[in-house]
């Protein structure tokens, strides 16, 4: 499968500090995967990370479809329990 990032995507990894082979590993081995709420057609991947020795929570939000998986935007939160329903402490 193909995988593309929006503009919007790539600017939020750089003002973020998130690197691609994070957003990859995040898309590959979710800890959590959830269909947003908003719009059923959009994903969200989340894993649980660390960027500069914190724990943070990336969402990787993403369409797909039969060939190509597009990553509209990246948020990384270092508020876990808020964003990610399975994890424990």
């Known amino acids: 499968m193909n ?3 929006s503009r919007h ?9 998130v690197k691609r082979s994070v957003v990859m590993s995040t898309l590959r081995e979710p800890d959590e995967l959830t269909v947003d709420r908003t719009n059923p057609d959009r ?7 660390t960027l500069d020795s ?23 939160t270092s508020k876990i329990l808020k964003y ?6």
Request: cysteine-free.
């Open 3 to 5: 995988i593309v990032f």
């Open 9 to 17: 995507a790539l600017r939020r990894m750089r003002e973020r500090g």
């Open 43 to 49: 994903f969200l991947a989340k894993k649980v990370t």
């Open 54 to 76: 914190k724990p943070f929570v990336i969402i990787v939000v993403f369409e797909k479809n039969l060939k190509i998986l597009t990553v509209i935007t990246i948020v990384a």
């Open 84 to 89: 990610l329903t399975s994890f424990k402490i």
